[in-house]
Nanobody, 120 residues
Framework: EVQLVESGGGLVQAGGSLRLSCAAS????????IGWFRQAPGKEREGVSC????????YYPDSVKGRFTIASDNAKNTVYLQMNSLKPEDTAVYYC?????????????WGQGTQVTVSP
């Protein structure tokens, strides 16, 4: 059974940090790109980071560049998203997803999400 389980969300004050984890099982982790997405109430889902399986390249939109860092521990089948200098506009449900096609392509598997709330 394929599983992606996010953890590490919570409530933090603006300027604080959180580290999200995405634990994967049930598929060949090394063959998949892992992306992080977020969705705030009333807003469209937004990609916030991705790490490529083929070359470990990472990708970030301008909204989080310099504040968020994605990293993969292939021995643990886990991808982390370190989020620093958090802002209230980072409040959202954060999801991880796995895609065999690579970053920027369709994702095959999705987690259930973890809530991140940043207070002013």
């Amino acid at each position: 059974e394929v599983q992606l389980v996010e953890s590490g969300g919570g409530l933090v004050q603006a300027g604080g940090s959180l580290r999200l984890s995405c634990a994967a099982s049930g598929f060949t982790f090394d063959d998949y790109a892992i992306g992080w997405f977020r969705q705030a109430p009333g807003k469209e889902r937004e990609g916030v980071s991705c790490i490529s399986s083929s070359d470990s390249n990472t990708y970030y939109p301008d909204s989080v560049k310099g504040r968020f860092t994605i990293a993969s521990d292939n021995a643990k089948n886990t991808v982390y998203l370190q989020m620093n200098s958090l802002k209230p506009e980072d409040t959202a449900v954060y999801y991880c997803a796995a895609g065999v096609g690579g970053c920027g392509y369709e994702y095959d598997y999705w987690g259930q999400g973890t809530q991140v709330t940043v207070s002013p």
